[in-house]
């Protein structure tokens, strides 16, 4: 199942290794996510965009663009798989799960209520508690409407649009508009 390899946990999972829960460096996972509770926990508190910038840019340790607005409340397990473009507008309860790597380019929108999910478990009932990154890629220019998901290893293409409540598990396409469950191809752009 594991090829255990000399790279710590974190790049295991960020490079698709499935690596178990018995894996001996398994207990990294949550010291890492109270270190990202810890940082939301001001993060959520913050009273001004430019101090909530602050908090996640130390989170993801990397600086957040003066252009990108997040509203608070916001959720991530882990922070440092998180790569943030310029002129991003993220709204109240985004919920992203990161091990996998997330990237948002420039001039995305998302709106309220969305998930964001880069890992997964396996289907087999022997190995479910294993982790599986898969890195989540939302383009340029993108919008993902409320409420929307977007599941492990999904593109979604420049200029998209995810429609509001849509659950995506298939790469979109440039310039289209996906909507429903499961997200399918409604109209190009």
Same mark, same amino acid.
């Given at each position: 199942m594991? =090829? @255990?390899?000399?790279?710590?946990?974190?790049?295991?999972?960020?490079? !698709?290794e499935v690596v178990?829960? $018995?894996?001996?460096? #398994? /207990?990294k996972l949550p010291e890492q996510s109270e270190r990202a509770i810890a940082i939301l926990a001001d993060l959520n508190t913050s @009273? *001004?965009?430019?101090?909530?910038?602050? &908090?996640? !840019?130390?989170?993801?340790?990397?600086?957040?663009? $003066? $252009? *990108?607005?997040? /509203? =608070? +409340?916001?959720s991530i397990n #882990? !922070?440092?798989?998180l790569k943030l473009g310029k002129n991003i507008f993220i709204n109240q309860n985004c919920q992203i799960?990161?091990?996998?790597?997330?990237?948002?380019?420039?001039?995305?929108?998302?709106g309220p209520r969305v998930n964001l999910l880069s890992e997964t478990? +396996?289907?087999? +009932?022997?190995?479910?508690k294993a982790l599986i990154g898969k890195p989540v890629h939302i383009k340029t220019g993108a919008w993902i409407g409320? %409420?929307? *998901?977007?599941?492990? %290893?999904? =593109?979604?293409?420049? &200029?998209?649009?995810?429609?509001?409540?849509?659950?995506?598990?298939k790469d979109v396409p440039d310039r289209t508009v996906v909507a429903g469950v499961p997200a399918k191809i409604i109209k190009s752009i």
């Open positions: 594991s =090829t @255990k390899n000399n790279n710590n946990i974190f790049e295991r999972i960020l490079s !698709g178990p829960f $018995s894996d001996p460096e #398994y /207990y @009273k *001004t965009i430019d101090d909530i910038r602050q &908090h996640l !840019g130390k989170l993801i340790q990397n600086e957040v663009d $003066s $252009s *990108t607005t997040i /509203y =608070t +409340p916001f #882990y !922070g440092k798989n799960l990161d091990l996998g790597g997330v990237t948002i380019d420039d001039d995305v929108m998302v478990h +396996p289907i087999e +009932p022997e190995s479910r409320a %409420g929307s *998901t977007i599941l492990p %290893g999904v =593109t979604v293409g420049e &200029h998209a649009i995810v429609a509001a409540g849509a659950v995506v598990s």
